[in-house]
């Protein structure tokens, strides 16, 4: 497995781990970018896993790793500004209350 992997089948092991099996660097395993015109913002992902024939029976799932750095900075922004909404609504009961 390396670091600029774009597709990754994992492995279910045991009830809860995920674990990985086979990442774009094997050949069973095919990633495919293409944009819809040569000028949009969008683009299209494909994976594409050919089971070997010596796969060994599990439960697998197919990840798409692209754009998980993004999707977290996201998601911490989206909860700090929730903390931030939370504690201005707190404000003014705090507010209130210190007057009673």
């Not at 660097?25 to 944009?35: A, I």
């Not at 060994?56 to 929730?82: D, F, H, N, P």
Request: charged share 20%; hydrophobic share 40%; net charge neutral.
């Amino acid at each position: 497995m390396t670091e600029g992997t774009f597709a990754l089948v994992e492995i279910l092991h045991g009830n809860d781990a995920w674990l990985p099996a086979y990442d774009d660097d094997d050949f069973c395993l095919c990633f495919k970018w293409s944009r819809p015109a040569k000028l949009s913002t969008r683009s299209q992902a494909t994976i594409e896993w050919r089971i070997p024939q010596s796969v060994t029976l599990g439960i697998y799932r197919i990840i798409c790793t692209v754009g998980i750095s993004k999707r977290r900075e996201m998601q911490r922004k989206s909860m700090a500004l929730q903390q931030q909404q939370l504690q201005q609504q707190q404000l003014p009961e705090n507010a209130a209350n210190a007057l009673e």
